[in-house]
């Protein structure tokens, strides 16, 4: 099933562990929504914008696929609200800064991040059908700090 463009139900509810501990992450059609308006509002435009593929490794997360991989039951990827992808030949900062001044957002985590290795971490964007804090965040495995640049 095809969310956009571009993106398919499936590369959104991929996962490795799930298959291998046999943790069902099938969404709900309510999960499906959110994934569709997420896949619209962030990854077509971004995908657009640098006319390269998108790798996500992390999008829907079941909450007991959460609990299986340390995450929070609560996490916006158990809503289907968000996903943690790169975009190849991109460095991620400059990938998140795109999303950061260019489109609505709930929130935005630029993780991992070497400066000294453009290819380091990912990029974690969510979007809410609510309302969107348009919040930026650094991590580095352990704190969390504001993104103001």
Partial sequence: MQLSGHFSLRELTQSQTAFRKGIDNKPTPEHIENLTELAVQVLEPTRRHFSKPIAIS?????????????????????????????????????????????????????????????????????????????????YNGKDYTEWLT
Avoid: T
Avoid at 83 to 90: L, M, N, R, S, T
Avoid at 103 to 132: A, M, R, T
């Fill in 58 to 138: 992390s999008g829907y997360r079941s909450k007991e696929l959460c609990l299986a991989i340390g995450s929070s039951e609560n996490s916006q990827h158990a809503k289907a609200e968000a996903a943690d992808f790169e975009c190849f030949g991109v460095d991620n900062k400059e990938l998140a800064k795109y999303i950061k001044n260019n489109l609505v957002f709930d929130q935005l985590i630029l993780e991992f991040y070497n400066p000294d290795d453009p290819s380091s971490g990912w990029v974690h964007c969510s979007y809410s059908k609510e309302e969107n804090r348009k919040q930026s965040l650094l």
